[in-house]
């Protein structure tokens, strides 16, 4: 008899477990008291702890989200599935059109599912 030859079979492992969903789709929500906690004058602020977001300050209030280094028009921002139309998208020194002081909860997605 022959011995059959097999390819490699490549195994990889994370050390922190996480669901698959969580892989393919990560979401940070921002909600209650881990909100209040970070609570900023613009949304940019708000979200600068979140993993892989930080903030295109401009001046106090006027900073927008940066995720994964990218910013302007490739970041959506939206309030209830709705878009926010303001200009901050394309200029630097507008604000952001969503008080994040009003928001009761806060998602951020990333990954292809953003582009869901």
Same mark, same amino acid.
């Given at each position: 008899?022959?011995?059959?030859?097999?390819?490699?079979?490549?195994?990889?492992?994370?050390?922190?477990? *996480?669901?698959?969903?969580?892989?393919?789709?990560?979401?940070?929500?921002?909600?209650?008291?881990?909100?209040?906690?970070?609570?900023?004058?613009?949304?940019?602020?708000?979200?600068?702890?979140?993993?892989?977001?930080?903030? #295109?300050?401009?001046? $106090?209030?006027? #900073?927008? $989200?940066?995720?994964?280094?990218?910013?302007?028009?490739?970041? *959506?921002?939206?309030?209830?599935?709705?878009?926010?139309?303001?200009?901050?998208?394309?200029?630097?020194?507008?604000?952001?059109?969503?008080? $994040?002081?009003?928001?009761?909860?806060?998602?951020?997605?990333?990954? $292809?599912? #953003?582009?869901?």
């Amino acid at each position: 008899d022959a011995a059959k030859r097999l390819d490699a079979l490549v195994v990889t492992a994370r050390p922190l477990g *996480q669901m698959v969903d969580d892989v393919i789709a990560p979401v940070e929500v921002l909600a209650g008291e881990r909100l209040d906690a970070v609570k900023s004058a613009g949304l940019g602020d708000t979200l600068a702890r979140v993993p892989g977001v930080h903030s #295109s300050a401009f001046a $106090p209030g006027a #900073s927008r $989200p940066v995720i994964r280094g990218l910013d302007g028009a490739r970041v *959506q921002v939206l309030n209830g599935g709705t878009a926010a139309l303001d200009v901050s998208t394309v200029s630097g020194d507008h604000a952001v059109s969503i008080e $994040p002081f009003l928001a009761d909860q806060i998602e951020v997605l990333k990954g $292809p599912a #953003s582009l869901l």
